[in-house]
């Protein structure tokens, strides 16, 4: 991939390899675009202050400051801490018109970013807590 500045290097590694470092929870989200029960994840109630990682290769994708409580059962954040930390890709599965969102480090699955969030950015990045990792402050 590209070795500009702006973009991360991307890390990859085979499926063996993933299964071996990741939950199962952890590999059913980041490699094979799982969603967690809603209600269910550790970090949904999170609020202590840090620093929201990728728990497949550990690049910083949330702040703890853009999380807000959506009511929809996953942690949701208005904003990636960095935009070229996040891709966001159109996802037309389970019949429905969706925004992806990946880690752009290690393509892991994320999670869905809706434009039905509070101000000022209108988004609502839905993520999964097995896909991330918090750092606190
Ligand atoms: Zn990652």
């Known amino acids: 991939m590209s070795d500009s500045k702006t973009m991360p290097a991307k890390i990859t590694k085979n499926e063996s390899e993933w299964r071996k ?13 799982a969603t967690e029960r809603p209600f269910s994840g550790e970090y949904e109630h ?9 728990a497949g290769c550990g690049q910083t994708l949330f702040e703890s400051d853009a999380k807000f409580d959506s ?11 960095v935009d070229s930390h996040v891709d966001e890709e159109r ?23 809706f434009n039905d969030g509070p101000g000022p950015t ?14 606190p402050k």
């Not at 996802?91 to 999670?111: A, F, P, Q, Y």
């Not at 988004?123 to 990792?133: E, Q, V």
């Open 21 to 33: 470092e990741l939950t199962p929870m952890q590999y059913a989200v980041l490699r094979e675009k």
């Open 46 to 54: 999170e609020q202590r202050k840090g620093t929201y990682t990728c």
């Open 71 to 81: 009511g929809c059962g996953w942690p949701s954040f208005t904003a990636p801490a």
């Open 91 to 113: 996802d037309v599965s389970h019949g429905m018109i969706r925004t992806e969102v990946l880690c752009s480090k290690c393509d892991g699955h994320l999670g869905h970013v």
């Open 122 to 135: 209108g988004l609502r990045y839905c993520i999964n807590s097995a896909a991330l990792k918090l750092e």
